[in-house]
């Protein structure tokens, strides 16, 4: 399912003019598999890059802080086939090659900036099926994000580095095109009605026949997608609908005669927030049956078992989850949700066992602190809590609490241990400094 650890209850969708993110286990790993051999090509190191999905139905995209992709839903459910969103991830990757950020000029523009890098953890962050992760607060409105209204020539210049990583890893730039194109015939509307991207990425009829000129001239301009990669998209897709939409329109979108495995896969999902269990159950379990290897059938599935109470099977079904796909944090993270809500015997040891499993790759995920905290607290490790709920409220950036819990950890800790350190480290960077004038 969609998982910041877990299928948290969505207390509300961000209001008016904020972002909304979200985050999921499948759509995040599709994703990367598109972006990481376009960050190769850029000598970029793709762990180093974080790439973020904003729940709003426009067709936007932008760069933020030098590492940070932001990827808007309405872009991806706009896009037919694999090829749109790679070219739309490879011109985001030449902004960051090219230190397109570094360049911004005014107060504004700085200001903005480091606004929205630091509500990259404040922003309301949600699950698909699920909600704000229990870290809810005010996101960046759309004024402030359109400081990232770059000039024609750092468009273009991004549009030819990225159309050289799209050469450089074998694929057509038509997807890129045609997004161009489409969005081309917004320009004439007034600035109110255009889509953000239109005031993010300042288009021109010169940029649209320079990506033209290189299709032309591209030996792989008519090289077909993967069938597999076109089908991991349409599943994409078809979870990302069925948990964001309504069910009436998911159910219209992925009819009954519509037998396709992304179809079933949406109507399992719309039969469960209809609460249309047999359905349910029956449309996942077949999806199973036919796929057994995939984790993400069972990951959704384990989320319908717990949002229904029955803890003991999301329990089995997460855990063949994280069998298939191995250290994949958001999936870990849910399973340590199910287990800390449980809290059966023996649940809060396996719970920081994963979570611990879990931050090899996502320490700075506040949501996997804040369960980690009350793991050690279901153990009665007071000391250990106390250092989970402190990295939480510094990654939030609720230094005063932060700095309590970490003097609180660090007297109950063993002094010169690594846990015993780290709640120094948290205690030096939210102590204030005191003015000896």
Same mark, same amino acid.
């Given at each position: 399912?969609?998982?910041?650890?877990?299928?948290?209850?969505?207390?509300?969708?961000?209001?008016?003019?904020?972002?909304?993110?979200?985050?999921?286990?499948?759509?995040? #790993?599709?994703?990367? %598999?598109?972006?990481?051999?376009?960050?190769?090509?850029?000598?970029?190191?793709?762990?180093?890059?974080?790439?973020?999905?904003? &729940?709003?139905?426009?067709?936007?995209?932008?760069?933020?802080?030098?590492?940070?992709? $932001?990827?808007?839903?309405?872009?991806? $459910?706009?896009?037919?086939?694999?090829?749109?969103? /790679?070219?739309?991830?490879?011109?985001?990757?030449?902004?960051?090659?090219?230190?397109?950020?570094?360049?911004?000029?005014?107060?504004?523009?700085?200001?903005?900036?480091?606004? /929205?890098?630091?509500?990259?953890?404040?922003?309301?962050?949600?699950? %698909?099926?699920?909600?704000?992760?229990?870290?809810?607060?005010?996101?960046?409105?759309?004024?402030?994000? @359109?400081?990232?209204?770059?000039?024609?020539?750092?468009?273009?210049?991004?549009?030819?580095?990225?159309?050289?990583?799209?050469?450089?890893?074998?694929?057509?730039?038509?997807?890129?095109?045609?997004?161009?194109?489409?969005?081309?015939?917004?320009?004439? %509307?007034?600035?109110?009605?255009?889509?953000?991207?239109?005031?993010?990425?300042?288009?021109?009829?010169?940029?649209?026949?320079?990506?033209?000129?290189?299709?032309?001239?591209?030996?792989?301009?008519?090289?077909?997608?993967?069938?597999?990669?076109?089908?991991?998209?349409?599943?994409?897709?078809?979870?990302?609908?069925?948990?964001?939409?309504?069910?009436?329109?998911?159910?219209?979108?992925?009819?009954?005669?519509?037998?396709?495995?992304?179809?079933?896969?949406?109507?399992?999902?719309?039969?469960?927030?209809?609460?249309? &269990?047999?359905?349910?159950?029956?449309?996942?379990?077949?999806?199973?049956?036919?796929?057994?290897?995939?984790?993400?059938?069972?990951?959704?599935?384990?989320?319908?078992? $717990?949002?229904?109470?029955?803890? #003991?099977?999301?329990?089995?079904?997460?855990?063949?989850?994280?069998?298939?796909?191995?250290?994949?944090?958001?999936?870990?993270?849910?399973?340590?949700?199910?287990?800390?809500?449980?809290?059966?015997?023996?649940?809060?040891?396996?719970?920081?066992?994963?979570?611990?499993?879990?931050?090899?790759?996502?320490?700075?995920?506040?949501?996997?602190?804040?369960?980690?905290?009350?793991?050690?607290?279901?153990?009665? @490790?007071?000391?250990?809590? #106390?250092?989970?709920?402190?990295? $939480?409220?510094?990654?939030?950036?609720?230094?005063?609490?932060?700095?309590?819990?970490?003097?609180?950890?660090?007297?109950?800790?063993?002094?010169?241990?690594?846990?015993?350190?780290?709640?120094?480290?948290?205690?030096?960077?939210?102590?204030?400094?005191? &003015?000896?004038?």
């Amino acid at each position: 399912m969609m998982g910041l650890g877990g299928p948290w209850t969505r207390t509300a969708r961000a209001q008016s003019g904020q972002l909304s993110l979200i985050r999921d286990a499948e759509v995040e #790993d599709t994703i990367r %598999l598109y972006a990481t051999p376009l960050f190769e090509a850029a000598r970029l190191d793709p762990d180093s890059i974080k790439i973020h999905i904003v &729940d709003e139905d426009v067709i936007n995209a932008f760069v933020a802080g030098g590492r940070h992709m $932001f990827l808007f839903t309405g872009m991806l $459910f706009e896009s037919e086939d694999p090829n749109t969103v /790679i070219g739309v991830i490879a011109h985001e990757t030449g902004h960051i090659a090219g230190g397109h950020l570094s360049k911004l000029r005014g107060a504004y523009e700085d200001a903005s900036a480091i606004a /929205i890098l630091s509500a990259v953890l404040g922003v309301a962050v949600g699950v %698909l099926g699920g909600g704000g992760a229990g870290v809810m607060a005010s996101g960046q409105g759309v004024a402030e994000r @359109n400081f990232y209204a770059f000039s024609r020539t750092q468009e273009s210049s991004a549009d030819q580095a990225g159309l050289s990583y799209l050469n450089a890893t074998r694929q057509s730039a038509r997807g890129l095109l045609a997004l161009m194109e489409k969005l081309s015939e917004s320009e004439l %509307l007034v600035s109110s009605s255009q889509d953000p991207y239109m005031l993010t990425h300042p288009l021109s009829r010169e940029r649209i026949q320079a990506i033209q000129a290189f299709i032309d001239r591209s030996p792989w301009s008519d090289t077909p997608e993967p069938p597999e990669l076109i089908e991991r998209h349409h599943r994409m897709l078809a979870k990302l609908f069925g948990f964001l939409k309504e069910p009436r329109q998911t159910l219209i979108r992925y009819p009954e005669s519509d037998q396709s495995v992304a179809a079933r896969y949406a109507r399992s999902i719309a039969y469960h927030k209809e609460h249309l &269990d047999e359905q349910a159950y029956a449309t996942i379990d077949g999806l199973i049956a036919e796929e057994p290897d995939n984790g993400y059938f069972w990951e959704v599935k384990g989320q319908f078992l $717990f949002e229904d109470g029955r803890y #003991d099977e999301s329990v089995t079904a997460l855990r063949e989850a994280t069998r298939l796909i191995p250290g994949q944090s958001l999936i870990l993270q849910l399973l340590a949700r199910v287990l800390t809500e449980r809290a059966a015997p023996g649940d809060a040891a396996e719970a920081v066992e994963v979570l611990n499993l879990a931050m090899r790759t996502e320490d700075d995920d506040p949501s996997a602190w804040m369960l980690l905290g009350k793991a050690y607290t279901l153990q009665e @490790n007071l000391p250990m809590a #106390d250092l989970a709920s402190a990295e $939480f409220a510094y990654l939030v950036g609720r230094e005063e609490e932060a700095r309590v819990k970490a003097e609180r950890a660090s007297q109950g800790l063993t002094s010169g241990t690594a846990e015993w350190l780290r709640a120094q480290d948290i205690l030096a960077v939210t102590t204030p400094i005191e &003015d000896d004038s």
